[in-house]
């Protein structure tokens, strides 16, 4: 019996130091993407409207849950409701907006990452009259 216990408690910390190693593996196939482009480009100055604003994320994100919206600086939305992910290439968001006035406006985004993870963040550009 004693014996038993003896290799029993050997046992649970031979499973606590796998647990522990495995906890502190990093999973390098499962990143969490995050954005890395954008048109327009973050805090870029514009002096006419763009027909669409796009964004790209590092790695292909999930077809669920995925929204893009364009926010002018009081708070409307004036995107045209419309965005798309591009099917032949999984990282790229894009939404139509229509004639947009001198602003500075605000992008919002989210996506699911194949890690499970939702990715959100925002950034903006401006249009400034010519
Ligand atoms: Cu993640």
């Given at each position: ?5 003896t290799n029993h ?5 031979f ?5 522990l ?7 390098p ?5 995050k ?8 805090n ?5 409207s763009?027909?669409q604003?796009d964004?790209?994320f ?8 995925k ?5 002018d600086?009081k708070?409307?939305?004036v995107?045209?409701k419309?965005?798309e992910?591009?099917a032949?290439d ?12 001198p ?13 499970t ?7 903006q550009f ?5």
């Amino acid at each position: 019996m004693t014996h038993y216990q003896t290799n029993h408690k050997k046992y649970t910390l031979f499973s606590g130091i796998i647990l522990l190693a495995a906890l502190a593996l990093p999973s390098p196939s499962f990143a969490h993407a995050k954005m890395v482009r954008s048109s327009p480009a973050e805090n870029a100055v514009l002096t006419e409207s763009p027909k669409q604003v796009d964004v790209w994320f590092d790695d292909k994100v999930g077809t669920e849950y995925k929204a893009l919206a364009v926010i002018d600086s009081k708070g409307k939305r004036v995107d045209n409701k419309d965005m798309e992910q591009e099917a032949s290439d999984l990282t790229h968001f894009y939404v139509t907006v229509p004639l947009l006035a001198p602003d500075t406006y605000t992008v919002r985004y989210r996506a699911v990452s194949i890690d499970t993870h939702i990715v959100t963040g925002k950034y903006q550009f401006t249009i400034k009259a010519p």
